[in-house]
């Protein structure tokens, strides 16, 4: 009787550990707990309903003011993320269990990243600056080192879905690049952020010109109404929305990161007044009414509970 009893004791404690570990993978109000190793890159789809962010381990999905892992695909370590309107492009590193080859080169998904199509410098390089009009789909990309595709390191653009690409001369810029951004709509228009200041090509990358904001830039977006977010960091943290035709600037009202900083900054393409950012310290915050005020959705790399 005492070793059957001990038998009910030991199932009994079995069971209490089951629960404990179901708790530990889902939050107090039953959402799945979603977390985030790295953060490289984020957007919209083109209906503006969800958000998808890289997070070394797969991608991450916010919708309905919920974060949750896909299920379907591989998780790949995307890197140079950029979504376009019917997907996504990316470079980056295969995940542990792909059969893939390390790294992956220039990729691209219309499904969300159930499947990913081989484009470009697959087993060659690793792209972490690398932009991706909206819709035009001109790639941008700094070259970190000579390859089958280029001749030598710089800065290289391609409108075949990198079939071919041409090396830009960089004309007007000063400072170290930080961030790259492509226009959603304008072919040829890029912009790129260094250390002292934002600078605009429209001539894809050969000649740019130094616009109004200084200090360091920590990142840069184009919006959906020809208009640019540049945030920098400086003694404190800045949000700024350039009208492009105007070349006027507005200050954007942004929480105080400390000594944080701004990484990546989005505007809905179907919703003029939400943006999105994440910071170094992997916080996302968003905001649903131009940038007035910010919801703060994840900490640290760990999603809020709705």
Known sequence: MRKRNNIYKWGSILSSLLVIVSLIAFNVSGEEKVTFTHIHGLGYTNDGEEIYVPAHDGLRVYKDGTWTIPTEGSKHDYMGFNMFKDGFYSSGHPAPNSDLANPLGIVKSTNKGKTIEK?????????????VGYKTEEIYVFNPTKNSQMDQPGFY?????????????????????IALAAHPTKKGVVTVGTNQGIFLSEDHGNNFEKLSITGSVSAVSFGHQNNLLVATKTDEVSLFQID????????LNVPDPGEDAISYIKQNPANKDEFIF?????????????????????DEGVAIPH
């Open 157 to 177: 653009y391609s409108t075949d879905e990198a079939k071919t690409w041409e090396q830009s001369k960089l004309a007007g810029i000063e400072g170290q690049a």
């Open 244 to 251: 492009l035709s105007t070349q006027e600037s507005v200050e």
């Open 119 to 131: 484009l470009a410098l697959y087993k060659e390089i690793d792209f972490h600056g690398m932009a």
């Open 278 to 298: 994440a910071t170094h310290k992997k916080d996302i915050y968003i905001s649903n009414d131009a940038g007035n005020t910010w919801n703060q959705n994840v």
